[in-house]
């Protein structure tokens, strides 16, 4: 199983690419929107870890993913 991380911030990016974990920076709450979705297809990713602020961003549809549905865990860092 993978870990994702969609992060507002660069060098949070950036450390978690050195060990290993995708990421992507994303400051559009669009574009987040539609990575999140992407990320849900995707059988292969089991944890998705968000900054504070895409999760403040995306509230009501990372709380959703994690009240219904058992992959992928959501993290907030």
């Given at each position: 199983?993978?870990?994702?991380?969609?992060?507002?911030?660069?060098?949070?990016?950036?450390?978690?690419?050195?060990?290993?974990?995708?990421?992507?920076?994303?400051?559009?709450?669009d574009e987040v929107d539609?990575?999140?979705?992407?990320?849900?297809?995707?059988?292969?990713?089991?944890?998705?870890?968000?900054?504070?602020?895409?999760?403040?961003?995306?509230?009501?549809?990372?709380?959703y993913i994690k009240e219904?549905?058992?992959?992928?865990?959501?993290?907030?860092?």
């Amino acid at each position: 199983m993978k870990i994702y991380c969609i992060s507002d911030s660069l060098e949070t990016a950036l450390g978690l690419k050195l060990s290993g974990i995708q990421s992507s920076v994303i400051n559009d709450k669009d574009e987040v929107d539609k990575k999140i979705d992407d990320i849900i297809k995707d059988t292969e990713i089991g944890i998705l870890v968000v900054t504070d602020n895409i999760y403040n961003q995306n509230k009501e549809k990372l709380d959703y993913i994690k009240e219904f549905k058992k992959i992928p865990l959501i993290v907030k860092i």
